[in-house]
Structures are given as structure tokens and as C-alpha cells.
Antibody
Framework: QVQLVESGGGLVKPGGSLRLSCAAS????????VTWIRQAPGKGLEWVSY????????YYADSVRGRFTISRDNAKNSLYLQMNSLRAEDTAVYYC???????????????WGKGTTVTVSS | DIQMTQSPSSLSASVGDRVTITCRAS??????LNWYQQKPGKAPKVLIY???SLQSGVPSRFSGSGSGTDFTLTLSSLQPEDFATYYC?????????FGQGTKLEIK
């Protein structure tokens, strides 16, 4: 079935780095934009970054631009998020999600992973 | 960035009640508005896209309306499994911002 599975979360010190992965299955990965969305403990959803199917179109939220790098390997059906210079405020559950396009240009996240937890603390 | 504001932030209701949640955008977003449901410890699930289109598999008691800056999510007859947090999200321009959420609790 269509599935996304995140991995790579953990405890890291402020200023440290972490690389998240998201393994896709059950669909043609290269046909879809995919995105990272995070949720700090007890807080709402924050959209972090997306990448187009080809990897040519990338966007970041201001809060992570310059520190995080999104990438994908379509041959491995995998999405990545390299997180550098981590701060306490990056502590969150990180979800990867598939972006579905309906009609001309209505986009929404229709498949989500279960999330991986990143904790930034000394 | 486009700011999305939901009201109320929390809501108590009973099984069988009709409930409406409102989402307001800081500028016009046409119909580029999605609604998600999230239960504790789970990933969000899309309910409504393009303001009023029901996602496949979502019960018909959920409906969405609105365009421009004002939108509503309506649950026509609450079921026990509907108690959750609901988020709106705009998809007209990056960053694709979310509302702060509306927590629907059992009265």
C-alpha cells in the first residue's frame, strides 16, 4: 500500500546536525512533490520544506532556510532532510508527506508518515 | 506570509451535535484551502481540499465552504471518533501556512 516511513530522529546538542530519511513505497515516487512538516511538542503544524519530483524545485520556510537542506533519491524512493546548526526550537516531530495535485493547481498532503522525533537539548 | 487564524481554539460538544469551525486568511486565497484532522500521537489526515472537495474515504458528515478569506468546516452530526484537533492550511503560495488548530473535545 501507499506508505511513507520516516527515520533518523534522535537527541542532538544545540549546534549539532542530524539527517532525516523518509522511505516511500506503493506509488511512483518521482511523480510527486514531497514535503517535510514539523510539530513542536503541544503545538501546531509548521510546514518546513518541499521538493519537486525531479528535485529541481525546492522551497524552505524562513525558520530553516540556510540551515536545512532537502533532497531526494528517486532511484531509492527516498526523501532526506539534512539539518545543521540545530536549535532548541527545532525540537519537534518531523513528518514527511506526499503532495497531491488535484485539477490545475490544488495541492494538499494526502499521505503522511508517522513521524520521527527530533530533540535538541544539551 | 499569509496568516491563517482559526476560531475557536477549542470547542466542547456532544455526540450528535452540529459543529462549525472557522478559518480566516490574512489575504485572499481563492479556494486554496485544505482541512486536516489530527488525533493524539497520530499524523494529520486530509478531510477537505480546495475549500469544499471531500477527500476520498472521508465521511459525508464533513463539509467545507468558503472562498477568498473566510472558510468553514462543518461536522453535521458528531461521532465519537471525530473528537480531535482540526487544522486549516492554505496552498496558494509558499510557505503553505497552517492555522493554529481547533481542539474539539467531548462535553
Amino acid at each position: 500500500q501507499v506508505q511513507l516511513v520516516e527515520s533518523g530522529g534522535g537527541l542532538v546538542k544545540p549546534g549539532g546536525s542530524l539527517r532525516l530519511s523518509c522511505a516511500a513505497s506503493g506509488f511512483t515516487f518521482s511523480d510527486y512533490y514531497v514535503t517535510w512538516i514539523r510539530q513542536a511538542p503541544g503545538k501546531g503544524l509548521e510546514w518546513v520544506s518541499y521538493i519537486s519530483g525531479s528535485g529541481m524545485n525546492i522551497y524552505y520556510a524562513d525558520s530553516v532556510r540556510g540551515r536545512f537542506t532537502i533532497s531526494r533519491d528517486n532511484a531509492k524512493n527516498s526523501l532526506y532532510l539534512q539539518m545543521n546548526s540545530l536549535r532548541a526550537e527545532d525540537t519537534a516531530v518531523y513528518y514527511c508527506a506526499r503532495v497531491f495535485r488535484s485539477g490545475i493547481d490544488y495541492y494538499y498532503m494526502d499521505v503522511w508518515g508517522k513521524g520521527t522525533t527530533v530533540t535538541v537539548s544539551s | 506570509d499569509i496568516q491563517m487564524t482559526q476560531s475557536p481554539s477549542s470547542l466542547s460538544a456532544s455526540v450528535g451535535d452540529r459543529v462549525t469551525i472557522t478559518c480566516r486568511a490574512s489575504q485572499s486565497i481563492s479556494s486554496y484551502l485544505n482541512w486536516y484532522q489530527q488525533k493524539p500521537g497520530k499524523a494529520p489526515k486530509v478531510l477537505i481540499y480546495a475549500a469544499s472537495s471531500l477527500q476520498s474515504g472521508v465521511p459525508s458528515r464533513f463539509s467545507g465552504s468558503g472562498s477568498g478569506t473566510d472558510f468553514t468546516l462543518t461536522l453535521s452530526s458528531l461521532q465519537p471518533e471525530d473528537f480531535a484537533t482540526y487544522y486549516c492550511q492554505q496552498s496558494i503560495t509558499t510557505p503553505y501556512t497552517f492555522g493554529q488548530g481547533t481542539k474539539l473535545e467531548i462535553k
